[in-house]
Structures are given as structure tokens and as C-alpha cells.
């Protein structure tokens, strides 16, 4: 075998391997799931969850100016006489709570 062939192979693959990091890491996104899970770790700090709903496509969401792709979910509780719903919007890059607001 010859030295040469071996060290542009090695070259080739560690090149192509950072390439495909690169690109893959740009595109990832955070599942509902976890972002769902993020939520109602959130919400158990203030009482018990009895419910939750997460919608599993992004959308396009702006707050002060910044643009992001979301998820919309929501989460019940049961606060000893009446259910509480709150409504809730979750980055999908990163699964941190964007926005959240209890519903009438």
C-alpha cells in the first residue's frame, strides 16, 4: 500500500466528516417531544400536570422583532376546585419556552 494514498484517504474522510457535522448541526431542531417535556417540567414547579398537547409541525412565530420557527402546545392543571389550561409556545431550535399565557 502505498503512504501516499492512505494519508489523502485519511484526508478525504476527515474532511467529509466535518462537512457533514457542519451541515448536519445547522439543521437540527429540538422534537416536540422534548420540547413538550420542557414544557411540563416547567409547569410541575408551580402543581401537578393532568394534561398536554403539543402540535408536531413548526411554524413562523415574531416577538419583538425576532423571528423563530415554534411549537404550540398547552398544558392543564388541576388546581383543587377548577382546571387551569395555559396555552404555550416553545422555541423549536432550542425548546425553550418562548411564551406562555393561561386561557380563559
Known amino acids: 500500500m502505498n503512504w501516499k494514498s492512505f494519508l489523502l484517504g485519511v484526508g478525504v474522510g476527515l474532511a467529509g466528516g466535518y462537512a ?4 448536519l448541526s ?3 431542531v429540538v422534537s416536540p417531544e422534548r420540547a413538550l417535556s420542557n414544557a411540563k417540567t ?8 393532568s394534561g398536554s398537547w403539543i402540535h408536531m ?4 412565530y415574531q416577538k419583538d422583532h425576532l423571528k ?6 398547552g398544558i ?3 388546581t383543587g376546585e377548577e382546571t387551569e389550561q395555559y396555552e404555550f409556545i416553545a422555541d423549536a431550535k432550542t425548546g425553550t419556552i ?4 393561561r386561557l380563559a
Open 68 to 73: 423563530y420557527d415554534v411549537y404550540r402546545g
Open 57 to 60: 409541525q413548526t411554524e413562523p
Open 42 to 49: 416547567a409547569f410541575k414547579n408551580e402543581g401537578p400536570v
Open 76 to 78: 392543564s392543571r388541576y
Open 20 to 23: 457533514a457535522r457542519e451541515l
Open 98 to 101: 418562548l411564551d406562555a399565557y
Open 26 to 28: 445547522q439543521k437540527t
